[in-house]
Nanobody, 127 residues
Framework: QVQLVESGGGLVQTGGSLRLSCAAS????????VGWFRQAPGKEREFVAA????????YYEDSVEGRFTISRDNAKNTVNLEMKSLKPEDTAVYYC????????????????????WGQGTQVTVSS
């Protein structure tokens, strides 16, 4: 079992930055790939970024590539999402999710592959 708690959301102006954190409980968190997803009002939840349990592999949705950076610290059981050059279209509730991976460099981009989810944190980017 893994429990996830997101933090770091808030209100920021266009072009600003935020750092989201996902704190995990569970002794084997270091064997879980982690993904960040977001859901805007009236839209489906969508993939944002993912990282393998080793931290050696990452993957980003096209619209955030070059602006967002995902990283993890397995010793602290945390995964961070650094967001820069934020745009109004980045406004959403952001969720972190974890899924067990048997490959140190494996990650997932599908919601179906993540059984554990946090409660979400709101990010609002004003124009």
């Amino acid at each position: 079992q893994v429990q996830l708690v997101e933090s770091g959301g808030g209100l920021v102006q266009t072009g600003g930055s935020l750092r989201l954190s996902c704190a995990a409980s569970g002794r084997t968190f270091s064997r879980y790939a982690v993904g960040w997803f977001r859901q805007a009002p009236g839209k489906e939840r969508e993939f944002v970024a993912a990282i393998s349990w080793s931290g050696g592999s990452t993957y980003y949705e096209d619209s955030v590539e070059g602006r967002f950076t995902i990283s993890r610290d397995n010793a602290k059981n945390t995964v961070n999402l650094e967001m820069k050059s934020l745009k109004p279209e980045d406004t959403a509730v952001y969720y972190c999710a974890a899924g067990l991976s048997y490959s140190s460099d494996g990650y997932y981009i599908s919601i179906r592959d993540y059984p554990y989810w946090g409660q979400g944190t709101q990010v609002t980017v004003s124009s």
